[in-house]
């Protein structure tokens, strides 16, 4: 059974490309070969709590995903910076698990450890210092009692900001944000032990292996749908990407 991981997608409506090939992708390439879906955040560019108005906007896409949980296949979410409050309407009326810190999945006879990736800068401190207070009981609860047109407002503006910080990463230097990732993997299994780190948020694509203790270890980032689309999938033992080339050709 294959097990597909998404990230960073940053969808804003479904007449977008991203959207699009999402749809593709749910409707005509995971039928051939279904399995768990792992969302690790920042599917949207804006998704608080259980808004009518986000669910308005994408019900086409929720409608696919519902699908594939009514098959028996898992749909996994994880909270991103642009995701928040999910489980009032992805748990508690989808069904879905969610998640807004790390989860650990043993997939394959392979324990994998999957995040947003928005905890690997750990000298980002304003940030961690947003991170906890968007997630405290009061935040949680004006998430679900502000209306969502206003947080859909927010979402545009702050969008703009996340994506000038995304293109502050890339261009302070790739290599200082892999070697980023790459640490925080090998920091992290020696805390508790893994096969494989999943991850996203930095927009920087990554695959590297290292030895921990003896064992190989994986770390991947999935890098981000703003310059294109990237499905990473997980079957038989094997890594697979697929691209925005890929889904095109495959639904032909």
């Known amino acids: ?17 991203p959207s699009r090939l999402l749809l593709l992708f749910l409707r005509t390439i995971w039928p051939k070969a279904p399995g768990d879906i792992y969302l690790l955040g920042d599917i949207f560019d804006i998704w608080v709590s259980n808004h009518s108005v986000f669910i308005k906007k994408y019900a086409p896409l929720i409608d696919e995903l519902t699908k594939v ?8 979410y994880f909270e991103g910076n642009h995701d928040l409050h999910l489980k009032k309407f992805w748990k508690q009326e989808l069904g879905f698990d969610v998640y807004y810190d790390v989860g650990y999945f043993l997939i394959e006879g392979k324990t994998f450890r999957l995040e947003h990736g928005d905890l690997i800068n750990q000298k980002d401190l304003e940030y961690l210092k ?4 968007l997630r405290t009981p009061m935040m949680i609860a004006l998430g ?3 209306p969502g047109r206003f947080w859909n407002m927010i979402g545009e503006k702050w969008s703009t900001t996340s994506r000038k910080a995304s ?14 990732i790459r640490e925080h993997a090998q920091t992290e299994v020696i805390k508790k032990p ?16 290292f030895e921990s203790n003896g064992k ?3 770390s991947i980032n999935l890098g981000t749908w703003l310059d294109g689309a990237k499905i990473l999938k997980f079957e038989n033992q094997k890594f697979i990407w697929l691209k925005s080339d890929d889904i095109e050709k495959i639904k032909n």
Do not use: P
């Open 130 to 133: 947003l991170r906890r207070f």
């Open 144 to 146: 679900h009692w502000i």
């Open 1 to 17: 059974m294959a097990s597909y991981f998404l990230s960073d997608i940053h969808l804003k409506s479904l007449d977008d490309e």
């Open 194 to 209: 893994f096969d494989c780190i999943v991850s996203g948020h930095m927009h920087v694509m990554d695959d590297f292996e």
């Open 69 to 76: 949980k009514s098959q028996g296949f898992k749909v996994v």
């Open 216 to 218: 190989k270890v994986r």
């Open 167 to 180: 293109f502050a990463y890339q261009q302070q230097r790739n290599l200082d944000v892999v070697n980023m």
